[in-house]
């Protein structure tokens, strides 16, 4: 008896709480000279999101991770995992195209909204608000050329050219 009196209040106050969200702050590409990707995903969890993956309900990695493999066509694999952070790495990510003394590189286009879709099947979909927009997504190619993209779900086609070395 005395557990129910402890019970209710903390559904109370859950049910008043303001309804938190999911949401992606930061997804860093970093393109190898062959084309291969690390992905830095970072993301916040709020508390309902949290119990969720705590109870292996939901899991923002494996979720995010299957959205690269159906968005790219290729094997994604998970480096290392934190809270509210994953790196993956995907094989030959970027085309790459030498033409005489250059060489280019394309990362193809990402669109999270189908995301968005999958995540609204959780049973806790109503609870909360997902954004998938990162704050900030950076595609950083070999030489060191950084592109940024500011609060977008479509990412598009990135490309970057880079003038081949040629020794003396």
């Keep these: 008896m005395r557990l129910i009196h402890l019970i209710i209040p903390c559904l109370l106050i859950g049910l008043i709480m303001p309804v938190g969200a999911f949401s992606a702050d930061n997804l860093d590409f970093t393109i190898q000279e062959n084309g291969d990707a690390e992905i830095v995903f970072d993301y916040t969890l709020n508390w309902i999101e949290r119990f969720a993956v705590f109870l292996r309900i939901a899991d923002p990695n494996a979720e995010f991770q299957a959205a690269l493999e159906r968005a790219y066509k290729k094997p994604v694999e998970v480096q290392s995992v934190t809270q509210g952070s994953t790196i993956f790495t995907i094989e030959s990510l970027a085309t790459i195209d030498e033409t005489g003394e250059v060489i280019r590189y394309t990362v193809p286009a990402l669109d999270f909204s189908y995301a968005e879709k999958i995540l609204n099947e959780y049973w806790f979909a109503p609870l909360v608000q997902v954004d998938l927009s990162p704050d900030r997504t950076t595609v950083t190619f070999p030489d060191g ?24």
């Design 145 to 168: 050329k950084i592109i940024s993209y500011y609060d977008v779900s479509k990412i598009p086609a990135t490309s970057h050219t880079i003038d081949r070395v040629v020794a003396p």
